[in-house]
């Protein structure tokens, strides 16, 4: 009552107000009690005011055409709170809305004959009413009010109407287009009693940007907003449960509505009589990057000088220039990633949010390993950096914007590498580009000074014999852009090792020497001079080298040269400072910790995984075991001898089992003669992977009878229950540490094709899957 009371005395300073304007509104009608067969035209009478002349119903100019709605008729601008059917076009001057005699309803009438209703009412109204609070409301034949456009919002909330439960205010698609779009952002009375602003497609938690954090306080909660500018939450006894202004606003000759603008921002608005301004006392947020899809997909949203502004992210185009709202699109999609002909790179956006939907998240993770993940990933294009968490995300990107804080996530972006994105890198991309152009250049300029050694040798050559032949220096030149391996000649590799001087290794195909670049004495090389057990033909042995030359991976070590011409052959590899990983794990001493073992498991799982399924030729390895995975300075593991078992000849893979000796690695089909697949691979990680966990040899003749190999007593004490008495004091979860001896034990399987792929085993890994329980391998066993 005591509110009904204060809104007459504030009308009556409007009433006053607005009888000085009056005569300015032209061909409206003052009437406040519209009768049945009354109508209006856009060019006639155009609306039916209310009594006090501030509001009318009727039509505005939109566009080129008219609209219906409700608009501020007793002010200059005409500020339009209210569109019926906003989302129809306009329509033409010889349309007409009628109040219809025959059956009480509102009709808007088009030229071309269509009806469209205004008021959705099963009953029939008698009489109509343009209120001075805004309200346009029809009444029946017992005067009851039975629609009224207060119950219908569109955009703005005016005084005295309520936001109830259900209902919500839509923004329009700009100051002056009072449509909806698929980007309008909502305003919503949520049944928990949460008032929540959302973008109006995607009204989900993730996508809320405010909420008034009512929830819980029952589902009859309404919005309210006060003639004198106060906005607030009442429950279902009327009980003020929470302002959302806080201050107290003018009243006097002032008028305020509340607006979701098509910026997504909440505003109250007032109006000055005096002085015929707007101002804005309040609103939802001051941050213009707020509301959530302001900025379309693959976009990110900055505020400069207080006004927003949206960027494509790197790579990326707009899909509609000039227009935020469709988004960013690049030209490329994730197939083509698989596409080994293109090229990728990673470029970075700092400081961005992103909404967090990955894929994949891998912890434990540096910048440059998330880099390289999302690299070798063809489903991951962009990857969300932050405190070691990777987080692999695939597209659309959605409710980007650049952050104030510096410790929010580092995008990485995966983009084709064109000679555009060399040009104009962005931000940080640019140092990790020029790194990679230089390599380029040395290596090209290294291919000249090789082709001009080999033009010196020609000449050499023709005045005296020379024991330096076939040095097939031709096939470096369009090694350039791709750095593929080189041919050394012998004479060079053995001045390279010092003639095979310092042996650093030996194994079942040859023995390795410690060696230095001749163009760079500081880089060091392992020279392996292969055994004579390969009578491949020379040429089927450089397909090989090269199709293995190209197998490019951070968790593959690379092979950078051979030679074919001396009497033995030579493969050069980049030499690994911290030796193998069977040093490192059969060693006490040099003992890792269980994260530091685990980041070394997925490094290998993913040099196989890239060796089976992501080069141009499959390539097993047939020999994965801790010896051949060697250490980097960084602690990053590499599987090197990859790829020699394709050097063999069908006929050889029989010696080649025995001479390697290595029983425990090799899976049960090799002994069956079977066909050898990828599965072969599988089986060997999960033996390696059982020793990164235990830190112990899978055969071990020291231990007890039960413990002697390794698989046996895995598999005894995982069905026993007792996993810890595999790990020792170590401060392992044994969740996480449960799942990892499961994934191990799919991979010991002994039917092949129950092994998990080596995709799966990473995913497994990465704890992005479910690992089943493992059957009982106990058969492989007994086939030993
Ligand atoms: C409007 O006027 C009609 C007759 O002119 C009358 O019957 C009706 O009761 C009036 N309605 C209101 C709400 O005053
Ligand atoms: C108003 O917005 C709607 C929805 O986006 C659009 O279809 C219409 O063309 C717009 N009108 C004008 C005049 O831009
Ligand atoms: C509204 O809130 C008041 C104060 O918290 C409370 O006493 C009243 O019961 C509430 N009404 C309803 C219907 O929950
Ligand atoms: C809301 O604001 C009014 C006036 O500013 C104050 O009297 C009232 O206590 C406030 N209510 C709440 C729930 O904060
Ligand atoms: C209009 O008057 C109000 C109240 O006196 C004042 O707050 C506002 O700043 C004025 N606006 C302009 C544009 O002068
Ligand atoms: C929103 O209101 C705050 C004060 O509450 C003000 O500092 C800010 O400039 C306003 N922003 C906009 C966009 O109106
Ligand atoms: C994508 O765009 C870049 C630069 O605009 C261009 O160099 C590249 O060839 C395009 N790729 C495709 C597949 O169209």
Redesign the pocket.
Known sequence: MKRDHFISMHYFIIIFFVLSISSLVTAQQRQSNISRGSSLTPTGTSSWMSSSGLYAFGFYQRDNGYAVGIFLAGIPDKTVVWTANRDDSPVSGNANLLFTAATGKLVLKTAQGEDTNIADVSQTASSASMLDTGNFVLYNSGGKVIWESFSSPTDTLLPTQRLSVGMQLISSVSETNQSTSLYSFGLYMQPDGNLVQYPSDYRTVPAAYYASGTDGMGDKISLNLDIDGNLYLLNATDYKVKNITEEVYATRRTIYLARIDWDG?F?LYSYNLDNNSWS?P??S??D?CGPRGLCGINMFCISHD?EPGCSCLPGFAPVIQEKWTPGCERNFTAESCKNKDRKYTIQEEVNTIWEDLPYSVLSQMSKEDCRQACLEDCNCEVALYKDGKCKKQRLPLKYGRRSSQSDVNIALVKVEETSHDRILPTREGKKEISKDTIIIIISCLFSLLVVNVAILGIIHHRYRASSYRRISYNGNINFCGDIAPRSFSYAELERMTDGFKEEIGRGSSGTVYKGTMMNDVDKFVAAKRLQKVLSTSEKEFQTEIKVIGRAHHRNLLRLLGYSIDGPNKVLVYEYMSNGSLADILFTPERQLNWVERMGIARDIARGILYLHDECETQIIHCDIKPQNILMDQNGCAKVSDFGLAKLMKPDETKTFTGIRGTRGYVAPEWHRKLPVTVKVDVYSFGVVLLEIICCRKNLDQSLLDDQIILEEWVYQCFEGGKLDQLVGVEEVEARQLERIIKVALWCILDEPSLRPSMKKVLLMLEGTVDIPTPPNPTSFISTI
């Open positions: 921002i505003r804005v309040w609103n947020t001051s213009r207080l």
